[in-house]
């Protein structure tokens, strides 16, 4: 007869294992958690680097702020951040992260380094080391230009239920590539750079014009995209959509090359797709998928970021008024494209 259990509080470490299950479900999503980091910390240029895509190596190099030597192990521990401090400032928050927990959830399923420097003083950088349940906090130093490399090796070596459903290298560097293409869409003014197996795949310079944009989404998406694509740039009050969508004639069978931002934030929303459905309706055959990558901007007090966990739902306080000035805003883009015709949609 088994014993009754009593009741325990999880292990750190182990509660960490356990809700990495929520944020870190392959390679492509601890590229992800990594490179908002980069972003948050007002970085301009980001490197990503992987190995075996991504299982064997995962590394994002940033030029932001960094992180004090003090702070190096507080990073790794969850509930941990910087960017949040209050309930009324997360109503508002603008950063991509501020849960404290993906540091923390990745460096429990991995072997993970944390270098940073938040001087010029290249000499001047700290490190710290975490291996799975073996957490070292102690910090030594490194040399490290200003900014901060955090190194992901063997993911999921000492979760092997988790290991076991990554797919092949293709796949897994499929979904990194998917992911870097959404990050590198989501910020123009910063520099990307990609690499895999030593190879570089993506390297792209910041942008500050509409030429240099449209380079961008040409090297990210194919010239064809942009070729059969419409540019506008409509606001109405508090809301602005930007960005381009597909003629009509250029539609997928599959719902793929479709990206869409609410500041800066890369979602997949029902009232967002439903809107842009109903824009194509008339104009799409049944069954074919438009292609867009489209920039929502508003107030961020009107919409709620944190739905879940990785932050790929939001919820808009006001609803309906955004799936009407979508709705509105496309259909009219849509109507006035004559095939052929590049020319763009302005207010
Ligand atoms: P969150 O992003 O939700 O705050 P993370 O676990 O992703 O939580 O990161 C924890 C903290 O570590 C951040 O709040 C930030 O202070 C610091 N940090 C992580 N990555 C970087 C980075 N690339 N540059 C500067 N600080 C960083
Ligand atoms: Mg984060």
Known sequence: ???????????????????????????????????????????????????????????????????????????????????????????????????????ASISSVSRLELASNVDDDPTAGWRVVAEGRQMEPRVSPVPHPRGTSVTVRDLFFNTPARRKFLRTEKTEYGHVEEAFRRLALSRFDMAWTLRHNHKTVHQLPAADDPAGHERRVAALLGKTFLDNALHLDLSAGHLRLSGWVGLPTHSRAQADQQYFFVNGRVVRDRLVAHAIRQAYRDVLFHGRHPVFVLYLQLDPAVVDVNVHPTKHEVRFRDGRLVHDFLFSSLHRALAEARPGEGAGVET
């Open 1 to 103: 007869m088994s014993e009754q259990r009593r009741i325990r509080v999880l292990d750190p470490r182990l509660a960490n294992q356990i809700a990495a299950g929520e944020v870190v479900e392959r390679p492509a999503s601890v590229v992800k958690e990594l490179v908002e980091n980069a972003i948050d910390a007002g970085s301009r240029r980001i490197e990503v680097e992987l190995e075996a895509g991504g299982a064997r190596l995962i590394r994002v190099r940033d030029d932001g702020g960094g992180i004090e030597e003090a702070d190096l192990p507080l990073a790794l521990s969850r509930h941990a951040t910087s960017k949040i401090v209050s309930l009324e400032e997360l109503e508002g928050v603008a950063s991509l992260g501020f849960r404290g927990e993906a540091l």
